[in-house]
T-cell receptor
Framework: GAVVSQHPSRVICKSGTSVKIECRSL??????MFWYRQFPKQSLMLMATSNEGSKATYEQGVEKDKFLINHASLTLSTLTVTSAHPEDSSFYICSAGGSADTQYFGPGTRLTVL | GENVEQHPSTLSVQEGDSAVIKCTYSDSASNYFPWYKQELGKGPQLIIDIRSNVGEKKDQRIAVTLNKTAKHFSLHITETQPEDSAVYFCAASKGGSYIPTFGRGTSLIVHP
């Protein structure tokens, strides 16, 4: 149990385009989902907390107009990187809050912006 | 806020040896301590966790110990195997709606 999926696993896009990443909790409902960004050989950097039916809470320094988050249902949250630029290239990982404080992570999405 | 320090950043062992990764935390209100294993190109996977009402927890070859007084907790892997090679992250949380704070990670390399 407690499986979280992400789609796509890899995406390459041109500078200026927008990219949407989906995060789904497959076998449980998640009121709260989290979006992280990870640079090579570094720890997880929390970008925002996504709450079902309400606006996301962004961490300091994260542009909410650039990283649009929607949590439309208890099993789906989406992250849209708008007007992507090469510096947005990174590994994006979502997680879903399970029972008893545990977070379950998705497999990640590798974004490359050319 | 919470601050989690993790050591070492890199750990190299021979197959069959034990590996120990240590973390310290700063907020005495933290009461939930998960450990994650991240293989290259994949998301972190929860491998074991411990709560502040327990001093030790084991699951086959892995164990976690917690010292609340000293505010540190450790991951122990016995009889290491090459497939244990990965980056391991510790985290500390106050539970509930509190978001965990992660350590910087330990790259474990198990040589066959």
């Amino acid at each position: 149990g407690a499986v979280v999926s992400q789609h796509p696993s890899r995406v390459i896009c041109k500078s200026g385009t927008s990219v949407k990443i989906e995060c789904r909790s497959l076998d449980f409902q998640a009121t709260t989902m989290f979006w992280y960004r990870q640079f090579p050989k570094q720890s997880l950097m929390l970008m925002a907390t996504s709450n079902e039916g309400s606006k996301a809470t962004y961490e300091q320094g994260v542009e909410k107009d650039k990283f649009l988050i929607n949590h439309a249902s208890l099993t789906l949250s989406t992250l849209t990187v708008t007007s992507a630029h090469p510096e947005d290239s990174s590994f994006y990982i979502c997680s879903a809050g399970g029972s008893a404080d545990t977070q379950y992570f998705g497999p990640g999405t590798r974004l490359t912006v050319l | 806020g919470e601050n989690v320090e993790q050591h070492p950043s890199t750990l190299s062992v021979q197959e069959g040896d034990s590996a120990v990764i240590k973390c310290t935390y700063s907020d005495s209100a933290s009461n939930y301590f998960p450990w994650y294993k991240q293989e290259l190109g994949k998301g972190p996977q929860l491998i074991i966790d411990i709560r502040s009402n327990v001093g030790e927890k084991k699951d086959q070859r892995i164990a976690v110990t917690l010292n609340k007084t000293a505010k540190h907790f450790s991951l122990h892997i016995t009889e290491t195997q090459p497939e244990d090679s990965a980056v391991y992250f510790c985290a500390a949380s106050k539970g509930g709606s509190y978001i965990p704070t992660f350590g910087r990670g330990t790259s474990l390399i198990v040589h066959p």
